[in-house]
């Protein structure tokens, strides 16, 4: 329906023109270009020397382009449109030049970053003894007396200092920090034994220092000194690379255009290349086929091009192309999984689903009406690209849908007003019947499908019985509950039911007792599809959290706003609460409209499995790529 037709092609050339090719199919961004799994046929891959050289000029690039990105000039702001891509940009001789210099500059502040986090330790270890005015070298034992540096427990240290003193022991303290009190002890060598006891409940550790000589004060000046050379070492470096920040839009430049010679080469890996020449299988749109031959015939008359449709065991990449509205949930069936390359594109009967129970579960116009707004301003000035244009989309028909259904339930802002339809918390019954009802007509969508699916493969008798006889039992077995339409029910359930019992198990290995009993058994599938039908209630719970927890902060900004502090204040609390239900509930009816499709729906008859299709194209990173940018 949506799944856009594949063609296998299959393209032989003089390995001269390769290049060129090459470059002109990465334009057109047409052709995915199929590798090549045969282990015989390694000894044909391409040279991978130009591939890796290209990855090392890559990371070069952008560690220089990452290391001038504080320095560079404000690019217009938030709004800011991309850069049109200049190869004149790029001037190859300069642009070494600056890598070179940038490698150096930020290898040297590598080196500066290392010396000062090492002094700093330093610092940080000799600080707390910088108040000892004798040289280290002389803090030691003499003849007589015991002498050390040490570090007592924090609470303990006035206790130390007392029992010491009292001992006869002279005890200096020097600084006082969170891991404990450093002291500077000077006690005789006969009473040792004796202050052994004190020194141990005080939880003395000696403090021990090698390479250091002079006070601690000089040392510490001295690298202080250190310490500021290395910063203006740092600053003059930093200057430096402030002024090759000019080159930075050269950089980004010089990043994208060897992105896409990366690319190239990238696919240069999947050919299979003789001395002369080379093969390239690949995938190609069946409706961009005649502008690729032309394309090929222009450059390389004697190219060979043939052209298939796929074999049965092949698995084509898969393509979706639909209208602006089903194309805004493309990204919604990926997250899933793409269809069968041979299977159906659900976006097109997904879309209105989707925005239905969405709008259902938010169901607050004014809650709508800024979604729609706000998404809508996001598409036109920020210009976003694949699956974050494509929620922005999903907002704006989402906000219509809300917008609508809070009309319908009378809600705007958690506040109520006349309902065009009815207000769900006076008719919860009703709200639930809806949902169901809703849920029904889904799930009927969904086995509709499945049907359409057989008999587009030729199964007419398989979409009879088996989704046929589903709708006619779906149908019939409610009426039996309704008087009026219980004669009808009882019709169309003895039907659905009988035939799904002789018929279900048609395809079950063994005789007609096991087929019967297969058939029996998938009555059970009942079960199932009441489960599916109760899962829509979280449409009618989401609904109702929406307009209660709107309706608790316009309860409690009225309640502060009692006067002018508080009216400023409950306008602030007004605003920060309607976004977090905005948000929080926006953001719940996206994850739950996507699982209301990923289980309930797509159940029914959705055949997963497809891969992307990824061809070869111009891929840019920092600056947009214009028709003729590149030629």
């Known amino acids: 329906m949506a799944i856009v037709e594949m063609k296998k092609v299959t393209l032989v050339a003089m390995r001269e023109d390769c290049e060129k090719l090459l470059t002109s199919m990465q334009k057109m961004g047409c052709i995915e270009i199929s590798e090549h799994d045969d282990e015989e046929l390694q000894a044909f891959a391409a040279d991978s020397e130009a591939l890796e050289a290209s990855e090392k000029r890559l990371a070069q690039i952008e560690s220089a382009i990452k290391a001038l990105a504080g320095y560079g000039e404000k690019k217009g702001g938030l709004f800011a449109e991309k850069p049109v891509l200049d190869p004149s940009l790029v001037e190859e001789e300069q642009l070494s030049s600056v890598l070179s210099r940038l490698e150096e500059i930020e290898r040297n502040l590598l080196e500066i970053r290392g010396s000062r986090a090492r002094i700093d330790n ?5 600080q707390p003894w910088r108040e000892l005015t004798i040289p280290v070298e002389q803090v030691k034992d003499t003849e007589h007396c015991h002498v050390q540096l040490g570090i007592v427990e924090k609470f303990k240290a006035d206790y130390f200092v007392e029992q010491m003193t009292a001992s006869g022991a002279v005890v200096e303290v020097l600084s006082r920090d969170r891991s404990g009190v450093n002291v500077l002890v000077v006690n005789h060598k006969d009473d040792s034994e004796s202050l052994a006891p004190i020194f141990k409940e005080a939880g003395f550790a000696r403090a021990h220092f090698s390479g250091i000589q002079g006070t601690f004060d000089n040392n510490i000046r001295m690298l202080e000194l250190e310490l500021a050379k290395l910063n203006r070492r740092s600053q003059t470096l930093s200057e430096e690379k402030r002024s090759l920040a000019q080159y930075l839009p050269a950089l980004e430049a010089a990043y994208d255009l060897e992105l896409i010679q990366r690319d190239r080469l990238r696919a240069t890996q999947r050919l299979l290349c003789t001395e002369k020449a080379f093969l390239m299988h690949g995938w190609v749109p069946a409706e961009k ?21 796929p074999e049965d065991d092949d698995k084509p990449p898969v393509l979706l192309k639909n209208k602006w509205f089903a194309s805004q949930f493309e990204g919604v069936v990926a997250m899933f999984s793409l269809p069968s390359y041979k299977g159906f594109d659900p976006t097109t009967v997904m879309g209105p689903f989707f925005v239905l129970l969405f709008g ?19 598409l036109k000035f920020m210009k976003p690209q694949g699956m974050i244009k494509q929620i922005a989309g999903i907002l704006i028909l989402g906000g219509v849908a809300t917008a609508f259904w809070g009309f319908m339930f009378g809600g705007i802002f958690g506040i109520e007003i006349t309902p065009w339809l009815f207000a769900p918390m006076d008719e919860p019954l009703l709200m639930l019947g809806l949902c169901f009802g809703v849920g029904f007509i889904h799930l009927l969508a ?48 003895i039907i659905g039911v009988g035939g799904l019992a002789l018929t279900a198990g048609r395809n079950a290995q063994g005789g007609p007792l096991k087929k019967l009993l297969s058939g029996l058994g998938s009555l059970y599938n009942l079960s ?5 039908i109760l899962s829509y209630a979280r449409l009618f719970g989401m609904g109702l959290a929406t307009g209660i927890i709107g309706m608790v902060f316009n309860t409690v900004a009225g ?52 891969r992307t299709f990824r061809p070869l194209k111009v891929v840019t990173k920092y600056m947009q790529v214009k028709e003729d940018s590149l030629s």
């Open 122 to 126: 330093q610092i940080e270890q000799w």
């Open 289 to 309: 086929v005649p502008a690729l031959e032309k394309e090929i015939k222009k450059i390389s008359p004697n190219t060979v091009l043939e052209v298939a449709d």
């Open 360 to 378: 259902m579960m938010v169901g607050d116009a004014g809650y709508g009406l800024i979604m729609s707004i706000l998404a809508a301003l996001f």
């Open 446 to 493: 969904g086995l509709g499908f499945a049907a359409y699916m057989n008999i587009k493969r030729g199964k007419v008798l398989d979409a009879i019985l088996d989704q046929g006889l589903w709708v006619l039992t779906l149908f019939g077995l409610p009426m039996l509950a309704v008087p009026q339409l219980a004669g009808v029910g009882k019709v169309l359930s």
């Open 528 to 532: 199932g599809y009441l489960s599916d």
């Open 559 to 610: 309640m502060i706003m009692g006067n002018p502090i508080g009216f400023v204040l409950g306008a602030a609390f007004l605003l920060v609460g309607h976004a977090f239900n905005l948000f929080i509930n926006a953001l719940g009816a996206f994850v739950h409209a996507s699982r209301l499709q990923y289980i309930e729906f797509f159940s029914k008859f959705y055949e997963a499995g497809g």
